[in-house]
């Protein structure tokens, strides 16, 4: 099976930057696309970013684009997600997700995270 564990949430002020991490189970993941998700209170799980299995490849949402950027580590199998000039819109539960190839919606990634909550104070 695939594991995944996010860290690195927490509160910070807006135009401030946090770097989430994603820790999987082992060996097993390195060939699968990651992405990041993040549902707000009362909203859809909504598509932040994702990565290829080899890194080569990205894609962001509109709404992150130069501010987040999104990175992997296959020999610590670890999916990283640098947030900069974090807005309160940003202010959400983060999910990171494993799956065979990348897609922006939730129901096409097979393997998800606990979720970490990311607050950003105004």
């Known amino acids: 099976q695939v594991q995944l564990v996010e860290s690195g949430g927490g509160l910070v002020q807006a135009g401030g930057s946090l770097r989430l991490s994603c820790a999987g189970s082992?060996?097993?993941?390195?060939?699968?696309?990651m992405g990041w998700f993040r549902q707000a209170p009362g909203k859809e799980r909504e598509f932040v970013a994702s990565?290829?299995?080899?890194?080569?490849?990205?894609y962001y949402a509109d709404s992150v684009k130069g501010r987040f950027t999104i990175s992997r580590d296959n020999a610590k199998n670890t999916v990283y997600l640098q947030m900069n000039s974090l807005k309160p819109e940003d202010t959400a539960v983060y999910y990171c997700?494993?799956?065979?190839?990348?897609?922006?919606?939730?129901?096409?990634?097979?393997?998800w995270g606990q979720g970490t909550q990311v607050t950003v104070s105004s």
């Open positions: 997700a494993a799956g065979r190839t990348s897609t922006v919606v939730a129901g096409g990634w097979g393997y």
């Open positions: 082992g060996r097993t993941v390195r060939r699968y696309a």
């Open positions: 990565i290829s299995w080899s890194g080569g490849n990205t």
